[in-house]
T-cell receptor, first 111, second 112 residues
Framework: SQQGEEDPQALSIQEGENATMNCSYK?????LQWYRQNSGRGLVHLIL?????REKHSGRLRVTLDTSKKSSSLLITASRAADTASYFC???????????FGQGTTLQVKP | ETGVTQSPTHLIKTRGQQVTLRCSSQ?????VSWYQQALGQGPQFIFQ???????GRGNFPPRFSGLQFPNYSSELNVNALELDDSALYLC???????????FGQGTRLTVV
């Protein structure tokens, strides 16, 4: 079964706007990761945030983690058409690398 | 490119048949995991291999089995295929202590 839920399921924005996706999970975690998937191909790792971290940045990506609310958000700033993809959060319970994925958010960035 | 390669890229099988999917891990990675992704869903963890031993399994029946070889390449075998096995099968390699996973492009399996 899926560990978490992502919100919204689908998001459509104009190029240059910011996109925010949220992820909620159910149990305590070791870390939380975000992945991108283009058109049913392989997943690309975007960012990993550990349970003792609250915020992390990577280029145009900003991830926050609130362990008290069991939630995370991914912000993509100044979006580009090339950011069009599905985005998944995945939780890890221990240092085993077993990823439990959410349902994903489909992002469409219109030129 | 992640350095993880999967073969074949597409496959069509008949219900009841058996299938073997292959994965070549990224150099230096001793852990490989397999995931099943149905259309419109997130990937579901099937199992993980670490140094040729199964190191955890998801909620999949025994007809899903795997192997990891000394060179850390891996196979996923599915027996007695069912229509619901139609999905994208993803292989991911990682270092156990660094849980960032590197995914292959997947094998699209269609069972008819």
């Amino acid at each position: 079964s899926q560990q978490g839920e992502e919100d919204p399921q689908a998001l459509s924005i104009q190029e240059g706007e910011n996109a925010t996706m949220n992820c909620s999970y159910k149990t305590s975690i070791n870390n939380l990761q975000w992945y991108r998937q283009n058109s049913g191909r392989g997943l690309v790792h975007l960012i990993l945030i550990r349970s003792n971290e609250r915020e992390k940045h990577s280029g145009r990506l900003r991830v926050t983690l609130d362990t008290s609310k069991k939630s995370s958000s991914l912000l993509i700033t100044a979006s580009r058409a090339a950011d069009t993809a599905s985005y998944f959060c995945a939780t890890v319970f221990s240092n085993t690398g077993k990823l439990i994925f959410g349902q994903g958010t489909t992002l469409q960035v219109k030129p | 490119e992640t350095g993880v390669t999967q073969s074949p890229t597409h496959l069509i099988k008949t219900r009841g048949q058996q299938v073997t999917l292959r994965c070549s891990s990224q150099s230096g990675h001793n852990t490989v995991s397999w995931y099943q992704q149905a259309l419109g869903q997130g990937p579901q963890f099937i199992f993980q291999y670490y140094r040729e031993e199964e190191n955890g399994r998801g909620n999949f029946p025994p007809r899903f089995s795997g192997l990891q070889f000394p060179n850390y390449s891996s196979e996923l075998n599915v027996n007695a295929l069912e229509l619901d096995d139609s999905a994208l099968y993803l292989c991911a390699s990682s270092l156990l202590e660094n849980t960032e996973a590197f995914f292959g492009q997947g094998t699209r399996l269609t069972v008819v």
